[in-house]
């Protein structure tokens, strides 16, 4: 008993240590993670580790391996490092299975440190222990799922008026990187931070092309693949303008059609307690009746 209290001080130490080290008012960046928003998609070099930077180099690979084995048992079988984008997240895997582990080793030394304080039975005891860091590796797989989901219901809503300024503005003369910089600098939201990630590839040397199919492939919307088909035939057509505008108002009519079934389940769920409301007294009513008839030949028999 001593020892598995020992063993579960010793994981609660060090998953508060890893939640610590992931507070900014606790450590300070370095200067390479602070640059890397403003870079490309290469990895910069780092120098020697130390201290909690060399404990995480080191236990980064066994992070990554655990929690994509986890998550594959749990049901998640897209790429992790698409969802961190599709959901606009900056950090990189290796951080976010390392906050997995940590926050994990916290729950299994919690819950091992209840389970000695309280004692309860067997079977409470191994379900909690064992339930409590598949619970944290869970919460974290809802919240980025949720923020992806969340992120590219932002994108389909606003991507309708991004076509439609873009049509115009391929139809008055601009080129496509032209239109897509002066959207970008006058719009705000989930597009405008898309269409940043896009111009800063080009900048760094990427094609138009790669760069509006690296946007259809992280976004997960189809109206953005679709998009992005029509915009890398500015080249072969003079009429991309038109092109664009038609697809707008099929975007525009897509919309439409989902916010109508947004509308139309809500007032599906409007009646659930109304019908539940009116049902219960109903039933009260018809069973004062019933239960004083089956009372008068419940009598009359005997």
């Given amino acids: 008993m001593t ?12 998953g508060s240590a890893w939640c610590l080290d992931g507070l900014p008012w606790f450590r300070d960046r370095p200067v390479a993670q602070r ?9 910069p070099a780092s120098g020697r580790p130390t201290g909690l930077s060399g404990v995480r180099e080191v236990l980064a690979p066994i ?4 929690g994509g084995a986890l998550s594959r048992l749990l049901g998640v079988q897209s790429d992790l490092a698409t969802r961190l984008e599709r959901a ?17 080793t916290l729950a299994l030394g919690a819950a091992g440190g209840l389970a000695l304080l309280l004692r309860p039975p067997a ?21 980025l799922s949720g923020a992806a989901e969340r992120r590219r219901q932002r994108l389909a809503a606003e991507l309708p008026v991004l076509a439609e300024q873009l049509g115009l503005l391929v139809g008055a003369g601009y080129s496509v990187t032209g239109a897509l910089t002066r959207l970008a600098a006058r719009s705000g939201g989930v597009v405008a931070d898309d269409l940043h990630r896009v111009l800063l590839r080009i900048r760094h040397g990427t094609s138009e092309h790669a760069a509006l199919g690296e946007w259809a ?14 915009l890398a035939l500015h080249g072969e057509t003079a009429d991309l303008g038109l092109l664009i505008s038609d697809e707008a108002r099929s975007i525009r009519a897509e919309a439409h ?7 139309e389940r809500r007032a599906q769920l409007v009646w659930i307690p109304v019908t539940v409301a009116t049902l219960v007294p109903g039933l009260i009513f018809l069973a004062v009746p019933f239960t004083a008839a ?9």
């Fill in 35 to 43: 640059l890397r928003p403003y870079v490309g998609r290469g990895t």
């Fill in 217 to 230: 492939q992280s976004s997960g919307v189809d109206a953005v693949a679709r998009l992005t088909s029509i």
């Fill in 294 to 302: 089956m009372s008068q030949v419940t009598g009359g028999g005997s």
């Fill in 88 to 104: 606009g997240r900056d950090a990189d895997v290796d951080v976010f299975r390392l906050r997995q582990l940590s926050h994990a």
């Fill in 63 to 66: 992070a990554i391996r655990l």
């Fill in 257 to 263: 059609r989902s916010l109508l079934e947004t509308i």
């Fill in 3 to 14: 020892a598995l209290l020992a063993t579960s001080l010793v994981l609660l130490a060090v």
């Fill in 123 to 143: 079977a409470l005891t191994i379900s909690g222990v064992l339930g409590a860091p598949v619970l944290a590796v869970l919460l974290h797989e809802h919240a």
